[in-house]
């Protein structure tokens, strides 16, 4: 390691540049100059090659012997700590902002007030800094910053970790920022029933979801997706409660259902981290064999199919005596090829819930 350290058009000098100057001077050897400052061969010359720092000690000890401060070469050490730290800031930076390419600051600014900084790059990427909390935005590049991921898969992009990670973040701030009770499994099972009877309730089922769930310790947040996360929810324990956050990507009755239910699958069976897109394994399956299961029962699924009319009618004769939406009935049947995605004669099933979100 050398004694002194270029970034740039900046040259950071530690004190043992300083102290070799003297050593070189002064006639002796290392060893010799190291015997008269009262110190060993060794320390000597870890100072000397900038690996270790000048303590108060070694100060005080060559203030004495070449007639200095103390505070002389404490300041030097000082000089030197500063300006590493800002060429490590600056490198810092320039991580940043390769990250902050992945985004589009104009999320921020509309869907959680940041100013609006034209061309202000820099300034920008410290706002986000500055409201998601965190010492550098390069930490986002971390697949365990947030919360597990569960996929094992190889394909997902640091693009992706990066956006998913963040809304991880924003759900989890918004949740440290929430009372709530000590999570409660037996009392979130039953607000769970609760939501079910909710399905219809297209403009005030998300108050009505939130408020159950919290009172037994689960913070409910729904959030804009940022585009490209490949993601649509998520878990994760803070403190005594859970945060579940599902994002806004897919607000059609059938999909916005599935997610949340297959979140909720996630908690009950102990798993928290992150859903990709077409994740695989046996917690997914577990999931998503719970968010079929509970949005329809399978006994009166497998009795409907057997009837095999899939009409608008029969759909929804079926979605009433179950009590559910009709568009969850369709997304099933479509999702199990029973009914195609593009047949537009079921467009009158489908439902777009519009969620004002907040932080």
Not at 238 to 247: C, K, R, S, T, Y
Not at 275 to 295: H, I, M, P
Request: charged letters at 30%.
């Amino acid at each position: 390691m050398s004694n002194y350290i270029e970034y740039h058009d900046t040259i950071a000098f530690h004190p043992g540049y300083y102290i070799k100057e003297i050593v070189d001077e002064s006639g002796l050897t290392q060893e010799d100059f190291a015997k008269r400052l009262d110190t060993t061969p060794k320390n000597l010359s870890l100072l000397i090659r900038g690996e270790q720092s000048l303590s108060i000690d070694i100060a005080m000890k060559l203030s004495r012997m070449i007639g200095t401060s103390v505070i002389y070469w404490l300041n030097l050490q000082n000089s030197y700590d500063a300006l590493i730290a800002q060429f490590k800031s600056e490198e810092e930076l320039e991580e940043e902002r390769k990250v902050f390419d992945y985004f589009d600051y104009k999320y921020f600014r509309e869907n959680y007030s940041l100013p609006d900084l034209p061309r202000k790059r820099d300034e920008q990427i410290k706002r986000v800094r500055e409201f998601l909390n965190v010492a550098t935005l390069s930490v986002f590049t971390k697949r365990d910053m947030a919360v597990s991921f569960r996929s094992t898969t190889e394909d997902i992009t640091e693009s992706s970790t990066v956006k998913a990670n963040t809304m991880v973040q924003i759900a989890t701030n918004k949740a440290l920022k929430t009372d709530a009770p000590k999570f409660n499994k037996k009392k979130f099972e039953e607000a769970v029933k609760y939501a079910l009877t909710l399905t219809r309730n297209h403009e005030e089922f998300y108050p009505l979801i939130r408020s159950a769930f919290l009172e037994a310790g689960v913070i409910f947040v729904i959030l804009p997706n940022i585009s490209g996360s490949r993601t649509n929810g998520a878990t994760k324990k803070v403190g005594d409660h859970i945060m579940l956050m599902v994002n806004d990507r897919r607000l059609n009755a059938d999909s916005f259902w599935f997610t949340l239910f297959h979140e909720i699958g996630h908690i009950m069976n102990g798993d928290y981290g992150i859903s990709f897109d077409k994740e695989t394994g046996e917690r997914e399956e577990a999931a998503n064999k719970y968010a079929e299961d509970s949005l329809i029962p399978p006994e009166k699924y497998k009795e409907f199919l057997a009837g095999r009319r899939f009409d608008l009618q029969s759909i929804r004769a079926f979605a009433n005596r179950i009590e559910r939406d009709p568009g969850i009935v369709l997304g099933r049947l479509q999702n199990d090829e029973i009914i195609g995605f593009d047949d537009w004669t079921m467009k009158p099933l489908r439902h777009k819930y519009k969620v004002k979100t907040s932080i």
